[in-house]
C-alpha cells in the first residue's frame, strides 16, 4: 500500500522553464490537495480537487496549473518557472474534505534559479 | 491576523521531559483540530485530531483544546529522541489550514 505517491523528488529548473509535478493515490481518496510548504510559512493551499474532472484555487494558485482527469491523479504545472516557486511542494489527499485528516506524500524539493 | 498561529521555536529540552507546543486561532466556529507531526526531508503525518473542547490521549501524547481563549496545546510527556521533529497544528474548516510549525529537539 503505497499511499500518496509524488514524483520527482528533486527537481532544478531554470527560469522559465516549464514541468509538472505527478501525485498518485492509491486509497480511492476523493479530495487532492496541492501544498507548497516555505520557511517561516508553513504549509500553504495551492489548488485542490473534490473530485475527478473538478479543481479549485487555493491560497496561493498564481503562477502554477492543475488538473485531476483521473481519480487517482493529481497534476501540479508550472508553466514558467520563476525563483518564488523555489519550495518543497507536497500533494496530499483525503477521503471527504472534512474531519479526518490528509495523507501527505514524501514531497518535491524544486529550485528555481 | 492570521487565522493560525504557532510559534516557530526552536524548542530544545533533554529526554523524558515534559513537552507543551501551542497554537491560538480566530475563528471561534472552528471545531476540528489536528496536530501532525513532520520529521526532517518527510511529509507531515496525523498524530492526533481532536473535536470541539476537552483533551484526547493516545500514549504519551495529549491533545487539549480551550474554545473559550482559541488554544490549542499538544503535550508530550516522557519525550525521546525520536520525537524531534516540527509539529504542525491544523483547523480543518473545508480544508486544512496549518500553522508555521514547531521545532522540536530532544537531546539525549
Known amino acids: 500500500n503505497a499511499g500518496v505517491t509524488q514524483t520527482p523528488k528533486f527537481r532544478v529548473l531554470k527560469t522559465g522553464q516549464s514541468m509538472t509535478l505527478l501525485c498518485a493515490q492509491d486509497?480511492?481518496?476523493?479530495?487532492m490537495y496541492w501544498y507548497r510548504q516555505d520557511p517561516g510559512m508553513g504549509l500553504r493551499l495551492i489548488h485542490y480537487s473534490v473530485g475527478e474532472g473538478t479543481t479549485a484555487k487555493g491560497e496561493v494558485p498564481d503562477g502554477y496549473n492543475v488538473s485531476r482527469l483521473k481519480k487517482q491523479n493529481f497534476l501540479l504545472g508550472l508553466e514558467s518557472a520563476a525563483p518564488s516557486q523555489t519550495s518543497v511542494y507536497f500533494c496530499?489527499?483525503?477521503?471527504?474534505?472534512?474531519?479526518?485528516?490528509?495523507?501527505f506524500g514524501s514531497g518535491t524539493r524544486l529550485t528555481v534559479v | 491576523q492570521k487565522e493560525v498561529e504557532q510559534d516557530p521555536g526552536p524548542l530544545s529540552v533533554p529526554e523524558g521531559a515534559i513537552v507543551s507546543l501551542n497554537c491560538t486561532y480566530s475563528n471561534s466556529a472552528f471545531q476540528y483540530f489536528m496536530w501532525y507531526r513532520q520529521y526532517s526531508r518527510k511529509g507531515p503525518e496525523l498524530l492526533m485530531y481532536t473535536y470541539s473542547s476537552g483533551n484526547k490521549e493516545d500514549g504519551r501524547f495529549t491533545a487539549q483544546v480551550d474554545k473559550s481563549s482559541k488554544y490549542i496545546s499538544l503535550f508530550i510527556r516522557d519525550s525521546q529522541p525520536s520525537d524531534s521533529a516540527t509539529y504542525l497544528c491544523?483547523?480543518?474548516?473545508?480544508?486544512?489550514?496549518f500553522g508555521t510549525g514547531t521545532r522540536l529537539q530532544v537531546f539525549p
Open positions: 491544523a483547523i480543518n474548516t473545508d480544508k486544512l489550514i
Open positions: 486509497m480511492n481518496h476523493e479530495y
Open positions: 496530499a489527499s483525503s477521503y471527504s474534505g472534512d474531519n479526518y485528516g490528509y495523507t
